[in-house]
C-alpha cells in the first residue's frame, strides 16, 4: 500500500487508514467497493432569517455510511468549515466507531457550515429547525439519530426533537443528547470524556503502565476534553495543560481543574487564568508531559509537527486528529497511540443507552449507566489490545481491523455481496 501524503483531506485520510485494514484483513474487491463510500449522501440549503432581518443561506449535510449493523447514528457539527468531505470523514469514522464499541448502529454524520459564535440563540434555534426540516425524510427512529458533536448541545438536540416531533408527532428517539428533562440519558455529556479515562486506565492495566503522577495535556475544553481534564485526576494523573480555539494556560506543578472549569464557565474561555502560563495551541501539542490529549478539532497533528510531540502516549478525544503521515511519524517515535474510534466512543455507547431507554419508555439511574459504560469501554479496550498483540500492530490498526471485520461479516450476513 502507497505511504501516505503528507497533506490529505479528512475523507482521504480515514480512507487511507480503512484501506491498511481492508489489505491485512485480506477483504474482497466487492467489500471493499461497498464499504469504503458513503451509501448516501444529502447536501441541502439552509435559509435563515438573521435577527437583523436580513436572510443568511448556510450550507447543511448529512451523510449516511453504512448501516449494515443497525439504524444510522452520528452527531451534527456547526462549524465555519464543515463541508462534505469532512462529514464523510466523520460517518466513515462512525461506521467503525460503533462496530468497535459493538454498538447496534451504522456510521453517520452531518454538519451546518456556520460559525456557532457568531449567531444568537433565536438564530441557531431558526437554523437547527429548518436544517432538521430538510435532511428529515433520512431520519427516523430506527433509520438515522443524530446526536451532538462539535458547536452544537443538548439544546441543539432538543430543538431538532421538536422540529422532527411537528412533522412525525412526539419521537424522543429521534436524536439522543437531549436534556434530561425531555428524555436525555443521565451520563450522556460526560460519556465521550469518561470513556477515554476508561479506556486509558484499561490499557494501562493491561499494558503494567503506572498512571500514578503522570501529567496531561488537553487540547479542546469543550464537552470532551473539559470531561478528561475533570476525571484523570482520579486515575492519579495531573493536569498540567488545556486549551480551547483562544489559546491554552499551562503550569507544570499542576492545574486546579474545578477552578479553572468555574473560570471557563464565567470568561467563556480558559485564558486568564490566574496563576498559569499562556500559551498557544501549538505549544500544547509540543509540551513535555507524558499523555497528550487533543479533543478539539481534526487533523491537528500532521507530519509537519509530529516530531515535536514529546509525549509518550496519545489519547485521541477528538475524531481524526492524526493524520496517516503523523501517524507514521509517531509509531517510529515509539508513541502509544489510543485512536479515536476506541477511545471517544463512550460518546456513542451512552446514545445507545439514552435510544434504549427512550424505546422502552424507561429511565436508568446514573450510576447503572455509568456501570455498563465501563463494561463496554473495558471490553472494547481489551479486544483492541488483544488484537494488537496477536497481529503485531498498532492499537490503531487493531481497531480499525475489528471494526471493518465486524461491518464486512455484516454485510456478508445480509446478502449485500
Ligand atoms: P465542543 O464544541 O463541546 O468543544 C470543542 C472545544 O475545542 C472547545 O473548547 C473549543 O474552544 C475548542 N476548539 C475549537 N476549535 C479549536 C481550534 N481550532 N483549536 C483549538 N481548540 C479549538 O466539542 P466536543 O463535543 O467536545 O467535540 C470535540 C471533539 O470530540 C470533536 O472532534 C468531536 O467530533 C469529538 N467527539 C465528540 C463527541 C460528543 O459526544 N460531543 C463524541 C465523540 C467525539
Not at 452544537?152 to 412533522?167: E, I, K, P, V
Not at 428517539?173 to 486506565?201: D, H, Q
Request: with cysteine.
Amino acid at each position: 500500500m502507497p505511504s501516505p501524503r503528507p497533506t490529505m483531506t479528512p475523507y482521504e485520510g480515514v480512507t487511507w487508514y480503512f484501506d491498511r485494514a481492508a489489505d491485512q484483513l485480506h477483504l474482497s474487491d466487492d467489500l471493499r467497493e461497498l464499504m469504503r463510500h458513503p451509501w448516501r449522501e444529502l447536501k441541502v440549503e439552509v435559509p435563515v432569517r438573521l435577527d437583523n432581518g436580513s436572510l443568511k443561506v448556510f450550507i447543511g449535510y448529512r451523510v449516511q455510511h453504512n448501516g449494515a449493523r443497525g439504524p444510522y447514528k452520528g452527531g451534527i457539527r456547526y462549524h465555519p468549515s464543515a463541508n462534505q468531505d469532512e462529514v464523510m470523514a466523520l460517518a466513515s469514522l462512525m461506521t467503525w466507531k460503533t462496530a468497535v464499541a459493538d454498538v447496534p448502529y451504522g456510521g453517520a454524520k452531518g454538519g451546518v457550515q456556520c460559525d456557532p459564535n457568531e449567531l444568537t440563540q433565536d438564530e441557531l434555534n431558526r437554523l437547527t429547525r429548518r436544517y432538521t426540516q430538510n435532511i428529515a425524510h433520512l431520519l427516523g427512529p430506527q433509520r438515522d439519530i443524530p446526536a451532538p458533536d462539535l458547536g452544537t448541545d443538548s439544546r441543539t438536540m432538543a430543538w431538532m426533537m421538536d422540529a422532527y416531533g411537528q412533522l412525525n408527532g412526539h419521537t424522543p428517539a429521534i436524536v439522543t443528547g437531549k436534556p434530561i428533562e425531555l428524555g436525555g440519558s443521565y451520563g450522556r455529556e460526560a460519556a465521550p470524556g469518561r470513556g477515554a479515562v476508561i479506556a486509558l486506565e484499561t490499557w494501562a492495566k493491561l499494558s503494567g503502565y503506572d498512571l500514578k503522577g503522570k501529567t496531561i495535556a488537553v487540547q479542546g475544553f469543550g464537552q470532551v476534553g473539559s470531561w478528561i481534564a475533570r476525571l484523570a485526576p482520579e486515575l492519579g494523573c495531573t493536569v498540567v495543560a488545556v486549551s480551547d480555539i483562544r489559546g491554552g494556560v499551562h503550569d507544570p506543578k499542576g492545574l486546579n481543574v474545578p477552578s479553572l472549569l468555574r473560570h471557563a464557565a464565567s470568561q467563556r474561555t480558559v485564558i486568564g487564568f490566574a496563576g498559569a502560563r499562556e500559551i498557544t495551541n501549538q505549544e500544547l501539542l509540543a509540551l513535555p508531559c507524558d499523555i497528550l490529549v487533543p479533543a478539539a478539532i481534526d487533523q491537528v497533528i500532521t507530519s509537519r509537527n509530529a516530531d515535536a510531540v514529546k509525549a509518550s502516549i496519545i489519547l485521541e478525544g477528538a475524531n481524526h486528529p492524526t493524520t496517516p503521515s503523523a501517524d507514521i511519524v509517531l509509531g517510529r517515535k515509539g508513541v502509544t497511540l489510543l485512536p479515536d474510534i476506541l477511545v471517544n466512543a463512550g460518546g456513542v455507547v451512552v446514545s445507545y443507552f439514552e435510544w434504549a431507554q427512550n424505546v422502552q419508555e424507561f429511565r436508568w439511574p446514573e450510576e447503572r449507566v455509568n456501570r455498563e459504560l465501563r463494561a463496554v469501554m473495558e471490553r472494547s479496550t481489551q479486544s483492541v489490545v488483544n488484537r494488537a498483540q496477536e497481529a503485531g500492530v498498532s492499537l490503531r490498526e487493531a481497531a480499525f481491523q475489528i471494526g471493518v471485520e465486524r461491518v464486512a461479516r455484516a454485510i456478508e450476513l445480509r446478502g449485500f455481496v
